[in-house]
């Protein structure tokens, strides 16, 4: 599709809005995110500024991008034993003014927003 001789792209074609890095959570956990080519996104969180004593996570997602520009991040976490934790779910972020910010969950997780600190 083109307008006027500018090829326009579908939204799914967007280009990809790179989330690999570090976040900090309000909950006072540390996020490592890989954001793969193909928009799946991998996570390891830890509680308390990084140790992980408390809880520590993984998450295994994707991104998407939606028809106005929306960036989204949904997929499954679980707690694993490096922490005392065992909660398990589904959670959603979106991504807000350079912040993940959470917009879904189906059961206990802390984070409300995630900000990139590296």
Not at 20 to 41: A, E, P, V
Not at 57 to 78: A, D, I, K, R
């Given at each position: 599709?083109?307008?006027?001789?500018?090829p326009?792209?579908p939204?799914?074609?967007q280009?990809?809005?790179?989330l690999?890095?570090?976040?900090?959570?309000?909950?006072?956990?540390?996020?490592?995110i890989?954001?793969?080519?193909?928009?799946?996104?991998?996570w390891?969180?830890?509680?308390?500024?990084g140790?992980?004593?408390?809880?520590?996570?993984?998450?295994?997602?994707?991104?998407?991008y939606?028809p106005?520009?929306s960036?989204e991040?949904?997929?499954?976490?679980?707690?694993?034993?490096?922490?005392?934790?065992?909660g398990?779910?589904?959670?959603?972020f979106?991504?807000r003014?350079?912040?993940?910010v959470?917009?879904?969950?189906?059961?206990?997780?802390?984070?409300?927003?995630?900000?990139?600190?590296?």
């Amino acid at each position: 599709m083109y307008y006027n001789q500018v090829p326009i792209l579908p939204y799914w074609r967007q280009p990809a809005y790179d989330l690999t890095g570090t976040w900090r959570g309000d909950d006072g956990g540390l996020y490592y995110i890989r954001h793969l080519d193909n928009n799946r996104i991998w996570w390891v969180g830890l509680s308390d500024n990084g140790s992980g004593l408390n809880w520590t996570n993984v998450l295994e997602g994707e991104v998407t991008y939606g028809p106005t520009g929306s960036v989204e991040l949904s997929g499954n976490w679980y707690d694993v034993p490096r922490g005392t934790a065992r909660g398990k779910g589904i959670l959603g972020f979106s991504v807000r003014q350079g912040n993940l910010v959470k917009t879904y969950q189906d059961s206990g997780f802390g984070a409300e927003i995630l900000k990139k600190i590296s």
